[in-house]
């Protein structure tokens, strides 16, 4: 009964391997006997010969994986030629015995050869063409992969039109049934295509800008420029659909959107973009998202209720100093006092410690609030600060450091201190010392200022 | 601060790790990151150029030698190479007589194993029987013979089942299926099945061996106040418990020099983990061992001076320094407690978690590094890696990086190390930019953008990556480079470019380092055992990574230090060669030939018919080779080497000398001689066992018996035989044998407490070799020449009524020549060896010191008295009793223990005659 079955394997095994199990059999069947009560060849055999012997592995895998071996080492110490020659003796895998491995053959050989081409000398675009042909061919899983990344070679080497045709070939390609991600793949694919087309697009439009109005040929251009805008925004618009970093797609498809006068569309991928919780929380969706606002000329507080998430993502980028500027302006108080703690968190950043126009804010946002008497505000943001400010900002070291370096620098981080520290803290003591050795006037006003306001004093009132 | 205003397009679909047709799987593969393909082409209008290569740009990484250079005298101790999980997983040639400590409990691993491979153990037998086989449903046809029905047959096995053996429990009906389809069953699996199986357990033993707590690296590199000036921090000892600063001067065009010897401190624990940092110009040092963590200042004259101790009860597994504020640091232990800790404040408790981070795994490692925020950190375990604010809720944080499809990681993959690449120039790279080492791959993550993967490399490293290091950039505008070290000592250096508001790249394809094993060619070559010697040394693996870069060098320069585990610290200079166009080291054409060549080197298909070029067929990388200088240097190392004594001493073969037998036999009780015999029949070293237990009473001066029963004494003396597992046992289990074996050696200690005197001798055997002896060897000689030449006046100055006694004694001795020496007036050579009466003839020239002297004699008579009780069997022991003393003394420089602890038969020692004869 069970022998009846020999006779069709399983599609994915080769003949080989089945009569190699077929000639094993007389081993098996005679551990049958002398074995446990329930035999467990594959089990009790593997074990065993991994045990006894070290190596399981047949001589074509050890030498196998000594050849890989050898070409990430070339590889490595960027022997390219020596690299190509091994690859050669690699192509032997694709005839491995082993399914598995034979099914994993065709990637590992596409990674390894595409990465030795491209960095051979010798090799040109007509190479690697011709082994992205063969390879796609090889591996029927891979072909989607290898012709995106093919396309995307073609296009880095300059060659548009040819990877344009490379995608739309590949988009079209129909293996069996699609799995999943494979799905996915073909929707990337056809977003590359897009994006090709949008590049298209907008070298048509800068054509079209330099004709005459209203003549035949601007007619018949401008045609041509919408069918490229309607590919392209097909294919664009099912990609950002998918949870992903789309930057380069949402962009283009927006410009489109844009200037076909579409606003509430542009504005609602990007709102979806930036919005859409199964999307990474991508720091540029918000700040698109934002300039496309601030282009349209959108309320103050829709403005700022973007760059409020923005801030808790990423309280360091540059777009916050202005995003403080829209708060200071702001007529509404709470906006004020975030004003304050959108400064402070900008200079809490360590790639930010020296920039000097958020200093400058900082020193001068501090005076108003001083002025206005909104002690409280700074003491809120100054609290969790105020155990690691000062070493971090205000030691004697970054003063002498700050002083040698950028004296405006300095001196705004002086009046800082001062304010917040009062007059004692030693960056301010060394400045203003220093200041009254050069005579500069800056440092003067700021000590007088520093001498009437300061946190400690007042809270000392 | 900028964020890359166009990041790479790419899917983020969560979900767990080792989804193999993850659409983002093949959006990282390790070429296209080089290549930057998944960068769109910002401006289609403008052609885009050739960019040019890494190496046309900024030149290439040349090493002055092809292997790494020793930098200090190799430590004056043994190496013993460690285990490896293939020593582990064959029973083949063991390179070490003992067993595995750890064991995988196999039957949880192949029931794990069988779940996770489910489809491969099972599903193809589904699928080939389904056919045959009927569950129980309404048969269709009766005509079909070959239909089964396995309705009883599914239900006996979903029957009874012990745990852990399916099979304890079995129906004839199983019995009968199993024997009929046995042989079948289980071939189509055999392969896949077999080759998973042995994969999955040399991981284990892998996971098992992989020594977690050398994360980080235990070198550091402390900038001194001087530019070309700073100090090396890394520990020796065989304890690794000493911490040594050691000062170091570079120079601009050759290597680095040691200045002076290094301060040494000694610790109470192994120190596994240095870091180094510099912050506002205080140079602080953080040391982690198990159970401790320590800071130092150094100063700025480069003393170190002692900050604070840190007690950790379950052990710290990770240690970092703020790159922000002076003396702040942040502990993590293997409870899963992140504290953040400072000298001045004390400690501050983070988070706490004892589950990971993302999904269960029995790992306890933590780490935690710090960020871009001073008072943000990450939290990384294997499973991923958060992000804490000090100052919040410990439940609130983001995950930074999670083992998942986010970053399509594959199964089994663990997060190893994961460390913040801060750099203070806000020119070079983004400060907010994280590495994550795995098992497979290296991540860089921008901590804006959680869970997404900024950079993937796949980097084939053979040993699990616990060292990395970034650089600042070589020159101004350049790439910066980026150490990984793997703990086999597999080096790699990428190239990471992009400023403030690009994506972090890699400007070129990573290229490997030498490592220590590469400068094997530069040593002479040496007998069997000294070579052996060395390579191990060699291959041991690498512990700590520092790379400094010397100033004012006229072209870009970078030192790289590296410690191994058996102590040694070795360098080697790379320097940033300029690119001399088409004449390259490894015949690497300009690349801007790549578009002119018409004839391919035949790499357009896979046909492997088609012919080489042979024209650049030898790529030699190695234009460097191994100066005179760089030789020498290595040679001097070597000679220091094989001064080391080596970790066992060589078995030499006995050189039998009467005196011996004469001197030693007074110790036999009768066993000795079967153990002696084995002994030599095996060719083994005879072992202390072998010629029965050791006396207890009478100890030497400095030995304290630890209580009545003194069991440590006695499990040390056990365990000094190699039989402390016994010992063990037996002090487990059966208390009868126990008592049984006490009371023999009871016995034994009563009639052997004469030996006393000798155990008391050896003890002195470092004192002798203090007092300027060259060696064992030399002495013994110089002593049975003194002995040779005072025979004749003992012979005549033995009293008459001892010399029966003596002559009975001589008789038995095993000499071809002892026939003749009935008398002891003989002029037989064999009578040479019998020792003189007189103390004043005997020259002992070595015992200076009174003390020692009388700390030998044992009470007068008592020696003489065994002598003569019991003559016959005395001999047998003494050849090895000279080779027992020999090794202990030769080891009693390197090891102060086993002489003191382990009672030797040294007393043959020609000099301790002297008090014996005090009759």
């Known amino acids: 009964m069970m022998r009846s079955q020999n006779g069709a394997p399983d599609m994915d095994d080769s003949s080989d391997e089945w009569m190699r199990s077929v000639e094993e059999d007389d081993e098996t069947e005679a551990s049958i006997g002398s074995g446990p009560e329930v035999h467990l060849p594959w089990l009790s055999q593997h074990i065993q010969s991994s045990v006894s012997h070290g190596h399981k592995r047949t001589n074509f895998a050890e030498t196998t994986s000594i050849c890989l071996s050898f070409i990430q080492e070339a590889v490595l110490k960027h022997q390219w030629q020596q690299a190509s020659e091994f690859l050669q003796c690699y192509f032997q895998t694709l005839e491995d015995v082993n399914s598995q491995k034979r099914h994993v053959a065709p990637e590992n050989i596409w990674k390894l050869g595409s990465a030795i081409l491209y960095h051979h000398p010798k090799s040109n675009v007509e190479t690697f063409s011709a082994f992205a042909e063969r390879m796609k061919n090889i591996g029927v899983q891979n072909y989607l992969k290898i012709s995106l990344q093919h396309a995307l070679y073609l296009l880095h080497k300059g060659m548009v039109e040819d990877a344009y045709r490379n995608l739309n070939q590949a988009e079209s390609w129909r293996y069996g049934e699609m799995s999943a991600s494979q799905e996915k793949l073909v929707k990337l694919i056809q977003a590359y295509r897009g994006l090709l087309d949008y590049y298209t697009w907008s070298k048509k439009r800068t054509e079209l800008s330099k004709f005459d109005m209203d003549s035949f040929a601007t007619n018949a251009a401008a045609q041509d420029m919408h069918s490229y805008f309607r590919q392209a925004s097909v294919n664009l618009h099912e990609i950002i659909k998918i949870p992903g970093v789309w930057d380069p797609f949402v962009k283009s498809y927006v410009e489109m959107l844009e200037y076909y006068g579409d606003q509430d569309g542009a504005r609602q991928v990007l709102t979806d973009y930036a919005y859409d919780n199964d999307f990474p929380s991508n720091p540029n969706a918000h700040i698109y998202l934002y300039k496309f606002l601030k282009k349209e000329k959108a309320p103050v507080d829709k403005l700022i209720s973007v760059l409020k998430i923005l801030h808790q993502i990423v309280p360091s980028h540059k777009i916050m100093l202005e995003f403080h500027t829209l708060l200071r302006k702001s007529k509404k108080e709470e906006h004020h006092k975030l004003g304050l703690e959108v400064l402070f968190a900008v200079l809490d950043i360590s790639g930010c410690t020296e920039n000097i126009t958020a200093w400058r804010y900082l020193a001068r946002y501090l005076k108003k609030i001083m002025m206005e008497k909104h002690l409280d505000w700074i003491q809120e943001g100054w609290s969790s600060r105020k155990d690691w400010w000062p070493t971090f900002h205000f030691s004697y070291y970054l003063a002498k450091k700050n002083w040698k370096e950028n004296k405006i620098l300095a001196v705004k981080k002086a009046f800082t201190s001062g304010i917040l520290l009062g007059k004692g803290c030693k960056y301010f003591m060394y400045v203003s010392k220093q200041g009254c050795k050069i005579r500069e006037k800056s440092v003067k006003t700021m000590k007088k200022f520093v001498m009437k306001h300061n946190i400690l004093d007042s809270e000392e009132l | ?919």
């Open chain 2, 1 to 919: 601060m900028d964020f890359p205003d166009n990041l790479f397009p790419t899917f983020f679909l969560p979900g767990p790790p080792g989804l193999s047709d993850s659409p983002g799987s093949y959006l990282a593969p390790a070429w296209s990151d080089c290549m930057q393909l998944l960068k769109p082409p910002q401006d289609p209008s403008v052609n885009p150029q050739h960019e040019t290569s890494y190496v046309t740009k900024w030149g290439r990484w040349t090493s002055d030698t092809p292997g790494p250079l020793p930098f200090l005298r190799p430590v004056a101790e043994p190496w013993e190479p460690e285990l490896t999980s293939r020593d582990l997983l064959f029973q083949g040639q063991l390179r070490r007589p003992f067993g595995p400590k750890a064991t995988v409990d196999v039957i949880e691993q192949l029931n794990q194993f069988l779940w996770d491979h489910g489809d491969v153990a099972f599903g193809p037998l589904g699928r080939l029987l389904q056919e045959n086989f009927n569950l129980g449903e309404p048969k269709k046809s009766q005509k079909d013979r070959t239909v089964m029905n396995a309705e009883w047959l599914v239900q006996d096995l979903s029957g009874h089942q012990p745990k852990g053996c399916p099979w304890a429990h079995l129906s004839a009906r199983q019995r009968r299926f199993s024997l009929r389809g046995g042989s079948v069953l289980g071939e189509e699996v055999d392969g896949l099945l077999g080759g998973l199986l042995h994969e999955e357990l040399e991981t284990r033993w892998k996971e098992l061996l992989l020594n977690e707590s050398r994360t980080g690296g235990a070198l550091g590199w402390i900038p001194g106040a001087r530019p070309h000036v700073g100090q090396l921090a890394y520990p020796t000892g065989q304890a690794c418990n000493q911490l040594n600063f050691q000062k170091v001067k570079l120079s601009t065009t050759s290597g680095p020099q040691a200045l002076g010897d290094p301060t040494r401190i000694l610790l109470q624990g192994p120190v596994r983990q240095v870091v180094t940092r510099t912050i506002q110009e205080e140079a602080l040092v953080a040391v982690r061992s198990d159970h401790h963590c320590a800071v130092w200042r150094v100063s700025r004259q480069g003393h170190p001076e002692p900050l604070q101790v840190l007690g950790t009860e379950k052990g710290a597994t990770g240690i970092s320094l703020s790159p922000h504020l002076p003396g702040e640091l942040a502990v993590c232990t293997r409870s899963g407690a992140v504290c953040l800790w400072s000298p001045q404040d004390g400690l501050q408790q983070i988070y706490k978690d004892p589950e990971t981070l993302v999904f269960k795994d029995p790992s306890s490692w933590r780490w935690a590094d710090f960020t871009a925020h001073p008072r943000m950190l990450t939290v990384a375990d294997r499973t991923g890696v958060r992000l804490t604010d000090v100052r919040g809720p410990p439940d609130r944080g983001e995950l930074l990086f999670r083992v998942g499809a986010e970053a399509s990681c594959k199964q089994g993959e663990r997060v190893l190390l994961a460390q913040y690449l801060g750099t203070s120039s806000p020119a070079s790279l983004n400060p907010t930019l994280h590495l994550i080492c795995t098992q497979f791959s290296l991540y860089l993550l921008d901590e804006r953008l959680p869970l997404v993967p900024m950079l993937k490399w796949n980097h084939a490293l053979m040993s699990p990556p616990l060292l990395a290091q970034l650089l600042p950039p070589p020159c101004p505008g350049a790439p910066l480079p980026l150490l990984l070290g793997g703990l086999g000592g597999h080096l790699r250096m990428l190239h990471l470019s992009g400023g403030s508001s690009s994506t972090p790249q890699l400007a070129a394809p990573p290229q490997s380092l030498p490592s220590l094993r590469d400068s094997l060619p530069g040593f002479p070559v040496l007998e069997p055992h000294g070579e052996q010697l060395l390579q191990d040394r060699l291959k041991a693996p690498l512990t700590g990574l520092a790379a400094v870069v010397p100033p004012s060098c006229p072209s870009p320069t970078m030192l790289l230090f590296q410690l191994s585990a058996a102590g040694d610290v070795f360098y080697q200079r790379l320097w940033l060669q300029p690119d001399t166009g088409s004449e390259n080291a490894d015949s690497l054409q300009n690349s801007n030939s790549c578009t002119d060549h018409a004839d391919d080197p035949g790499l357009d298909s896979h046909d492997q018919t088609t012919a080489t070029s042979s024209l650049d067929t030898a790529p030699i990388p190695s234009a460097v080779s191994w100066n005179p200088r760089a030789v020498a240097c290595c040679r001097r190392w070597l000679k220091t080497l094989l001064q080391v004594p080596p970790a066992l001493p060589p078995w030499t073969p006995p050189t039998f000398s009467l005196h011996r037998l004469r001197w030693s036999g007074k110790e036999d009780k009768g066993k000795g001689r079967e153990g002696l015999q084995a002994a030599m029949a095996e060719g083994r070293l005879l072992q202390q066992g072998d010629l029965g237990p050791l006396p207890s009473s009478d100890p030497p001066p400095a030995h304290e018996p630890f209580g009545p029963e003194d069991k440590l004494t006695e499990r040390l003396e056990a365990s000094w035989e190699g039989k402390g597992a016994i010992w063990w046992d037996s002090q487990q289990g059966d208390t009868q044998v126990l008592r049984k074996r006490r009371s023999r050696e009871k016995r034994r200690t009563q009639l052997s407490s004469s030996f006393s005197s000798v155990r008391t001798t050896s003890d002195f055997s470092d004192i002798d070799s203090r007092h300027g002896t060259p060696s064992p060897l030399h002495r013994t000689s110089e002593a049975s020449q003194s002995l040779e030449l005072s025979q004749e006046p003992w012979v005549r100055s033995v009293p008459r009524e001892r010399r029966q006694t003596l002559r009975d004694y001589l008789a038995v001795l095993p000499s071809p020549d002892s026939g003749s020496c009935s008398t002891p007036q003989s002029q037989n050579p064999s009578s040479q060896t019998i020792p003189t009466s007189e103390p004043g003839q005997h020259s002992v020239p070595r015992f200076q010191d009174p003390r020692t002297q009388t700390l030998l004699c044992p009470p007068p008579g008592s020696s003489s008295a065994h002598c003569s009780q019991n003559p016959s069997s005395q001999t047998p022991c003494s050849p090895d009793t000279r080779f027992n003393s020999l090794s202990h003394s030769q080891n009693s420089s390197v090891r102060s223990l086993p002489s003191r602890h382990t009672p030797s038969l040294a007393g043959s020692q020609p000099r301790k005659k002297k008090p014996r004869m005090g009759f």
